[in-house]
């Protein structure tokens, strides 16, 4: 920790007052070290019950740091607790049938009176909503010297292992490139990854693990690991699957295979203090970092994508696909883990491609009774390595050389989807499009929509430093849209949340061309396009034709330059939805800030 002394205040605070303070978005979250929302509502109920009855409750330790230009708290201790309090102020849950009486304080009575919050009902009695809100809360506030002193003091409140899962505790604090690939791996398989890990409190629950008695975030039941019968729910709460990953990932970079192991995990995070974890700790950071963490995750999501096309091919979880007995076990994390390193030698290191989609889920098919599983707490690492190497020789007959890259070939499932997640947290940094034609009937490419794509793209890479954003084509979010598509070209779209995503397969023929033409129709395009060069360059560089399931996506990414983005003589920034111009008289009070912002 710094030597600089740490400046502490301890004091109590309404639970009014920190209403509004979280209507001023002031609190943050850190996801580096912080785990996810995970409260059940039972637990939530339990809490508000507490405080109405006036019980004590545990301190809130909260860092006071500098974020987005001004004063904010950080969250280091609490956060389910804080959130228990405001989602349920918001009419977001209710206590024994009854909800909050909006009407009871003045900051909910004024979001009721504008239309931004709803009364449910019943209502709680207005004497125990003024109790709650009355609630002087414990609070201790330090001022943040150093992401050190947060990581040391997050770790050293949790030690004792009662609050947060072992392998928690390992990403607590833990900066390497190692634990950094892990947690981006987590996340995208999870679909609760952000564009930044500090969010304010308020956009937390839209990217948390919750279930069908909250009716917000993601739904436990539908992320990977629990459709797939590899984790249970309780296990993906306490990141049970970042300690598969972990395994893993741990597995496909060390030449000489490691066993499955607590006391291993430990060291490879550096948790444990000792030469042998330090030595151990700096050997996989620099494994991670001589590939590269992009390559990395990219590796491990090009499986998830193959894991996830075998499932929907088949209409069945993985669990229901390797058992067929009645007699399912509860969860298979060893048995996906050989599946997985199996088609991981042979989709990444021998880079091969799936050829007999029906071949090989009739042999995955009951196949559990094919692998020998160690139980408990260790995994040696020849038993592993025995299991893994006699699936790969199995599964190999249903592979062909893939000799020829075909960006059509790319399957971008995983990523796809936490794209369309993400725009709900950080709506101005996406864009969708139904495709390059227009609706009208003619079939024509339609230039004036082109053209606002590029515009779109300047737009978002100016909205400030850092910013990576994308304009997808071949997926609507209009409703309306999705009928005219799929009636003028008579197909059917793929629905994902509130997305509709029909491809752009149908448009090449229209043109007379191959995809594969149409790809490159687009990039002259852009190559010729009135885009400031930097931008122009990385649109160009970057632009993708994926594979959803059986459906094309063209995608359009952009990020932020050295120096703002012009659009021929225009200057473009995108708010939400909006795309606005900056007028010539404020364009060099633009360019200053944009300055001042790096």
Not at 127 to 141: Q, T
Not at 396 to 411: C, E, L, R, T, V
Not at 448 to 470: A, C, D, P, Q, V
Not at 570 to 597: C, M, Y
Request: proline content about 3%.
């Amino acid at each position: 920790m710094s030597e600089k002394a740490i400046d502490l205040i301890v004091k109590g605070e309404s639970i009014e007052n920190l209403y509004r303070n979280y209507l001023q978005n002031k609190y943050i979250v850190n996801r580096r070290y912080q785990r996810k929302l995970v409260w059940s509502k039972t637990e939530k109920s339990s809490f508000i019950d507490s405080l109405i009855r006036t019980f004590p409750v545990p301190l809130i330790l909260l860092a006071e740091v500098f974020y987005s230009q001004k004063v904010a708290y950080e969250i280091i201790d609490g956060l389910q607790r804080l959130e228990a309090i405001f989602s349920f102020i918001e009419n977001q849950y209710d206590l024994d049938g009854s909800f909050f009486d909006l009407n009871s304080i003045a900051a909910t009575k004024e979001l009721l009176d504008s239309g931004k919050l709803t009364q449910n009902t019943p209502t709680l009695p207005r004497g125990e909503c003024v109790i709650l809100a009355s609630y002087n809360v414990p609070l201790s506030i330090f001022d943040s010297s150093s992401e050190e002193d947060v990581d040391n003091i997050f770790r050293r409140i949790n030690s004792g292992g009662k609050k947060l899962s072992r392998q928690e505790l390992r990403m607590a604090g833990s900066t390497g490139h190692f634990s950094s690939v892990v947690r981006r791996c987590a996340t995208e398989i999870r679909g609760d990854v952000t564009n930044s890990d500090v969010l304010q409190l308020n956009i937390m629950k839209t990217v948390s693990i919750t279930n069908r008695d909250l009716p917000y975030g993601i739904k436990v039941e539908d992320v990977f690991w629990v459709k797939n019968g590899i984790l249970t729910k309780e296990q993906v709460r306490e990141s049970r699957d970042e300690e598969i990953l972990s395994d893993i990932i741990s597995y496909v970079l060390f030449n000489n295979k490691p066993p499955s192991r607590s006391d291993y995990l430990d060291d490879l995070f550096g948790f444990s203090e000792t030469e042998s974890a330090a030595k151990k700790s700096a050997e996989i950071d620099n494994l991670v970092q001589k590939i590269t963490p992009d390559a990395v995750v990219n590796n491990i999501n090009k499986i998830i994508d193959q894991f996830n096309t075998i499932t929907s091919e088949s209409g069945k979880s993985l669990k229901d696909i390797l058992f067929t007995s009645k007699a399912k076990p509860a969860k298979a994390p060893r048995y996906f883990q050989v599946i997985f390193l199996s088609l991981y030698e042979l989709v990444v290191n021998k880079n091969k491609e799936l050829a007999d989609m029906k071949g090989i889920i009739k042999k995955l098919t009951g196949y559990s009774k094919n692998i020998t599983i160690t139980e408990g707490g260790k995994w040696g690492a020849e038993a592993r390595k025995t299991q893994v190497d006699a699936c790969t020789g199995v599964l190999d007959q249903y592979f062909i050389d893939n000799n020829n890259y075909d960006p059509s070939k790319i399957m971008w499932v995983t990523q796809l989807e936490n794209i369309l997640r993400q725009s709900d947290t950080e709506q101005a940094a996406y864009d969708f499009k139904q495709g390059f034609l227009s609706l009208d009937g003619k079939y024509l490419f339609d230039e004036g929509s082109f053209e606002k794509i590029l515009k779109t793209l300047s737009g978002i890479s100016n909205i400030r430093n850092g910013i990576k954003g994308y304009v997808l084509v071949g997926i609507s979010d209009c409703e309306a849209d999705n009928h005219k598509v799929e009636t003028l070209y008579n197909i059917k779209s793929r629905k994902y949340v509130t997305f509709y995503i029909a491809g752009v397969d149908r448009e090449p023929p229209k043109l007379g061309k191959s995809l594969d033409d149409f790809f490159n129709l687009i990039v002259e395009k852009i190559n010729k396009s009135k885009l400031s060069d930097e931008l122009r360059n990385y649109v160009s560089r970057n632009l993708k034709l994926v594979k959803y399931h059986d459906k094309h996506v063209f995608v359009l990414e952009t990020k932020s330059q050295q120096d703002p983005s012009f659009y021929e003589n225009e200057l473009f920034v995108r708010h939400g939805a909006q795309l606005k111009t900056i007028e010539p008289k404020d364009i060099p009070a633009f360019i200053k800030s944009w300055n001042d912002r790096r």
